[in-house]
């Protein structure tokens, strides 16, 4: 068995104006650079649009990675206000985060939508975050483990096995995202080794092992290195605490 991939992913939501956002980057570039933590981790800022092209130049892109948190399901064209993954890629980032539970619920993003944006980003050479996760009314149903399944059947299991191995995969249990609390290592695991399960039945011919699979919802320094060693847990999308240098640092010593 090879390595398991290690990946800690940023979404800054829509925080931070351009200013605050280029030096929230700068102030997290150097610190990393400086620590020489885990040289093998991959690290994703997710940050707002209108940041990407100027954070990109000032990143060093041996150890980081930019991420659009969404992106329009069509090409180009008459689509007032959307922003499509071509112009993402042209910004020079490399991931798109789709399907948050954000974007599912406020934005109401229906499986169909979800599915052509995880097309359009892979056909423009960006990888796809495809993220999953279960209200609480779902795990109180039991339902949790049925849910995350329609959601990955629904809009991502239909991209080949090429496309798979450029994917990155979150969990992110919507009564954990923003309201501290936070799944415990044993009911993320469980949800990570049950996707890793849904994976290896639908990819019978991959190296689903290499492909990563993120926690997220509140993880925070005191809880992530608990989190990340999990079997199946391949590092964390990051929130609120990816607003702060030391703490997302903090974050990424964990593992
Ligand atoms: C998220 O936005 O993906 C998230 C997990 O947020 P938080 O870490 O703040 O719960």
Not at 3 to 21: E, H
Not at 221 to 240: E, H, M, Y
Request: net charge neutral.
């Amino acid at each position: 068995m090879g390595m398991k991939p290690k990946v800690l992913a940023a979404n800054w939501k829509m925080n931070t104006d351009l200013q605050q956002g280029m030096k929230l980057a700068a102030d997290i570039n150097n610190k990393v650079n400086a620590s020489g933590v885990e040289p093998h981790a991959r690290i994703i800022l997710g940050v707002p649009f209108i940041h990407l092209s100027e954070i990109a130049k000032i990143m060093d892109y041996r150890r980081f990675s930019l991420a659009a948190q969404n992106c329009a399901e069509c090409d180009s064209g008459a689509y007032t206000g959307e922003v499509s993954a071509e112009m993402i890629k042209s910004t020079g980032a490399h991931y798109v985060i789709i399907g948050h539970s954000e974007r599912r619920h406020i934005f109401k993003e229906s499986y169909e939508s979800l599915q052509n944006k995880v097309d359009v980003c892979l056909k423009n050479a960006l990888r796809p975050i495809f993220c999953c996760g279960e209200t609480l009314d779902d795990r109180k149903k039991e339902m949790h483990k049925k849910v995350v399944e329609e959601q990955l059947k629904a809009s991502f299991f239909h991209v080949n096995e090429e496309y798979l191995m450029r994917s990155i995969i979150a969990y992110e249990p919507v009564w954990a995202i923003g309201t501290g609390e936070t799944a415990t290592p044993e009911q993320a695991q469980e949800m990570h080794e049950w996707i890793r399960t849904l994976l290896r039945d639908h990819y019978k011919n991959s190296n689903v092992d290499d492909v990563p699979i993120l926690y997220g919802g509140s993880v925070k320094p005191g809880n992530a290195s608990d989190l990340f060693k999990q079997q199946d847990i391949n590092g964390g999308l990051v929130g609120g605490a990816s607003l702060k240098a030391e703490s997302f640092m903090s974050i990424l010593k964990a593992f």
